[in-house]
């Protein structure tokens, strides 16, 4: 068995976070207002207190030939990760689980096995007792090899599943934005000026996005209203910034898209400068260079 492990205990090298923040259930900005808010936007460096393990587990010590069913020594494997890790993936803010390739075949053929293998990891992790909705999985295919896909040691490495324990947001750097320049009040769709102040700082990550492994959407909003409606809202938009990313030439391929609703509050809710931090959308990007 030929296992691939790095955990890395840092301020998270390799993520960048956007956070946008969303309007949600509050009255809408007057145009003074909205201006101003504009003009607050500002890019602002992690903390570097939190814990990331990337674990990297060659398909050939999870998978038969092929096949996207986890055997049982890809389970012992992942087990004693889950030993070793102790309770970060429980407490983990997020985990991101991404199948991999390499280039043999047909390239649709290996981005579907990719994902099958990565959702198989996810539905173990699930039946083991970690939190379904901190998991996202994504399916890669060939397009990000680690190592040459001209010899056969070389496609045995590339053909992986990457498990990512991001611990905490906070430790991420993070791009600030206003809510009233995303979304008009109770809306999902972008304003005219949410597109505009999202497209220049797209300009400006542009490289980072590029290299990106991984760039995860997630929206949030404030504890007004019900919990579904919050749900639904949250996740609505962060599926708006995801086809506007991708209207702007982000690859697809590499995003994966969530909401969480009002269940990650960075401030308190009890007033109204509060809840309007509270709402807003992050986009992460793992893995890029540095």
Not at 79 to 93: I, M, N, Q, S, V
Not at 245 to 264: A, H, N, Y
């Amino acid at each position: 068995m030929k296992v691939k492990n790095k955990i890395v205990v840092t301020g998270l090298l390799g993520l960048l976070s956007t956070s946008v923040m969303m309007s949600g259930c509050s009255p809408a900005m007057t145009q003074a207002e909205r201006e101003q808010a504009i003009t607050q936007v500002e890019m602002t460096k992690g903390e570097g207190t939190g814990v990331m393990a990337d674990i990297g587990i060659v398909s050939a010590s999870m998978f038969a030939f092929d096949s996207a069913e986890l055997n049982d020594e890809g389970k012992t494997t992942i087990a004693a990760y889950r030993e070793k890790l102790g309770p970060e993936l429980t407490d983990a803010f997020m985990v991101l689980i991404v199948g991999h390739t390499d280039n043999t075949g047909d390239e649709d053929y290996n981005m579907k096995l990719s994902l099958e293998r990565a959702d198989s990891v996810a539905e173990h992790l699930v039946s083991e007792g970690v939190d379904a909705n901190k998991i996202e999985t994504l399916g890669l295919g060939p397009t990000s090899p680690i190592a040459s896909n001209d010899t056969r040691e070389g496609r045995i490495e590339n053909r992986r599943v990457d498990i990512y324990v991001i611990a905490e947001v906070r430790a991420l750097d993070r791009m600030n934005f206003p809510s009233a320049a995303l979304f008009e009040r109770d809306s999902s769709e972008l304003s005219d000026e949410g597109k505009a102040l999202i497209k220049r700082n797209i300009e400006t990550g542009r490289d980072m996005f590029s290299r990106a492994n991984a760039i995860i959407v997630i929206g949030h909003t404030d504890d007004k209203w019900d919990d579904e409606w919050n749900m639904k809202l949250s996740k609505e938009r962060a599926a708006t910034v995801t086809a506007f990313l991708e209207s702007q030439g982000v690859d697809s391929s590499k995003i994966v898209t969530t909401g969480m609703g009002e269940s990650m509050p960075i401030v308190s809710n009890a007033t109204k400068a509060g809840r309007a931090q509270n709402r807003r959308v992050q986009v992460l990007v793992l893995g890029r260079a540095q």
